[in-house]
């Protein structure tokens, strides 16, 4: 998932400079006004300094408006874990130690990071398999355990935990 940076959305202000406006209200995701700031020089470019104090309001609201968009198309797929396979019973596996709940795994993973895993430190953590991985986010989500959110910084998908 993209995600809008206030600096990519000053950038864009900034050409009005060049007789260019309202770009940073397409990039905003609001079609209309940019269509508007374009045909009338940003309102006359009273709109343009006003959008200097608004640019990062624009841009936090379509952050959340993505965030919205992805958990909705995510939730679409489906939060259902996968059934394990059953396989006959062999010597080494009766001896073998019992596997810990991959929920139990997940929530003390979460703990150790601060509240907050990526899908690779989940992987780690818990030695699943992508599928399965994804399959305990999911369920993770789904119980409240979990939120999404995105980085700061990198923009990169983060499940942050209530510990």
């Keep these: 998932m993209a995600r809008a940076k206030t600096e990519t959305a000053y950038l864009l202000w900034a050409l009005c400079l060049f007789g260019v406006?309202?770009?940073?209200r397409?990039?905003?995701?609001?079609?209309?006004?940019?269509?508007?700031y374009l045909c009338t020089f940003g309102l006359f470019g009273m709109?343009?300094?006003?959008?200097l104090v608004l640019v990062p309001g624009m841009v936090k609201a379509r952050n959340?408006?993505?965030r919205r968009k992805y958990l909705a198309?995510?939730?679409?797929e489906g939060l259902t874990m996968p059934v394990p396979i059953e396989r006959p019973l062999v010597v080494a596996q009766a001896i073998a130690q019992p596997q810990e709940d991959p929920m139990l795994l997940l929530l003390k993973a979460a703990h150790a990071n601060g509240?907050?895993?990526?899908?690779?430190q989940v992987a780690l953590h818990t030695?699943?398999?992508t599928e399965r991985v994804e399959a305990l986010l999911q369920a993770a989500l789904h119980s409240g355990y979990a939120d999404i959110t995105?980085?700061?910084?990198?923009?990169a998908v983060r499940y942050v935990f209530d510990l």
């Design 73 to 76: 198309e995510w939730g679409e």
């Design 115 to 120: 509240g907050k895993l990526s899908k690779a």
């Design 127 to 129: 030695g699943l398999s």
């Design 26 to 36: 397409f990039y905003a995701g609001q079609t209309v006004w940019g269509i508007v």
């Design 47 to 51: 709109g343009q300094l006003i959008d």
């Design 64 to 66: 959340e408006q993505l």
């Design 21 to 24: 406006c309202g770009l940073h």
């Design 150 to 155: 995105n980085d700061p910084e990198s923009g």
